[in-house]
């Protein structure tokens, strides 16, 4: 999450109270620098106010505000991660049968000095990217992709670390036609067997199928304002109310944040945001 909102259009709506504040702050930094003078008790007042309100504000979140969260335009993505965690990350393309799909990233890297694979989703940064990764829903070309790495992993040793972020597998009639269903499950069921350690994490939507594609490994941890369901709430809404303005609803109903399912036992960690 940005620490300022520089567009309020960054702003999600609970997260209002923050924007005003930081409005003010902004205000008498420029009065200050225009007029000559000292504001600066005001202004730490103020930033120590804008704390307290991000507190409480983050302190008893709703489920559907945590899928907010999850989804929000300037959320780190899996790209993000890489580059400032696995700076020697070198991808590898192509699932060895159809194309390639940039929805899914993939490639050995190094964690500190631990050599790893990396499986990764990537929705996008900006419209360009985000059309080209197909918005993070993955083609069955890239869950094979995920598996051959992984199968590559297995036979050098590798521990493998998988970043979820999807609302789910592509569903169109051409991902149907070249084996979506079959992919995953194939996935399910090698992960399930490969003998190398998998660490898996939810970074922002793990979603049905398209997140347990690369999901099944030995530790599961989500960041904090992440969600793992099923189902995204709008779809759960519309087919238990056939109203998607139901959506908070559904997210209650559904459990699907960080803490909720660590203390179902789903998930074995949540990483502090």
Known sequence: MPKTFQDRNDYLPFERPIVDIEQKIREFETLAAM??????????????????????????????????????????????????????????AGDKLYADDPAIVTGPALLGDMKVMLVAQHKGRDMKESIRCNWGSAHPEGYRKALAKMQ??????????????????????????RGQALAIALNLREMALLRTPIVCVVLSEGGSGGALGIGVGDHLAMMENAYYSVISPEGCAAILWKDASKAPDAAAALKMTAADLVNFGIIDAVIPE
């Open 152 to 177: 590559l992993a297995e036979k050098f040793k590798l521990p493998i670390v998988s970043l979820i972020d999807t609302k789910g597998a592509y569903p169109g009639v051409d991902a149907e036609e």
């Open 35 to 92: 007029n000559n003078l000292d504001f600066s008790e005001e202004i730490a007042g103020l930033h120590r106010r804008r704390m307290e309100i991000i507190r409480e504000i983050f302190r008893e979140l709703t489920p559907w505000q945590h899928v907010e969260l999850a989804r929000h335009p300037r959320r780190p993505q899996a790209l993000d991660y890489i580059e400032r965690i696995f700076p020697s990350f070198l991808e590898l």
